[in-house]
């Protein structure tokens, strides 16, 4: 709350109410988004995608996480940030288009004591890559943490 979603969160803003608001829709954005999709890959698809597309890869699991995406989406994080009192290591990166940076710096900021890595070329998965920044500065935190 009180910072500006982007544009990655306006759309889920718009597309998971839909979703959530009844089976028959969910049936039918599913259809949709499959369709869409295979016309846009031509049959190609790694593993890493696969997985990735998991709350999306059944109707089923779309309902359920649309149901759960309302049941917390006006939820206020900072209050609750403000009570870890546990070492935390926030991660983010400026290629992120499911979070900003300026949100994950206004959680960090109410952790009492917590760190912040940016990486400028980032995204959300950038800790799943082998060799990325992001995953050098998860050792180095993680190592002078032991």
Known sequence: KGHKPNGYQRSYDTFLPVVASDRRQASFVFAKRAEITAANQGGTESELDK???????????????????????????????????????????????????????????????S????DDKGDHYEFCRAGSLTLEEIGSYLAKAA
């Open 51 to 113: 997985q990735i597309k998991l709350p999306y890869s059944k109707e089923e699991y779309l309902y359920r996480y649309a149901r759960t995406y309302m049941a917390y989406r006006d939820f206020d994080a900072l209050p609750v940030a403000r009570e870890v009192r546990q070492s935390t290591f926030v991660l983010t990166g400026r290629k992120d288009i499911q979070s900003s940076v300026e949100h994950s710096e206004a959680i960090s900021g109410s952790i009492p004591g």
């Open 115 to 118: 760190k912040t890595f940016i």
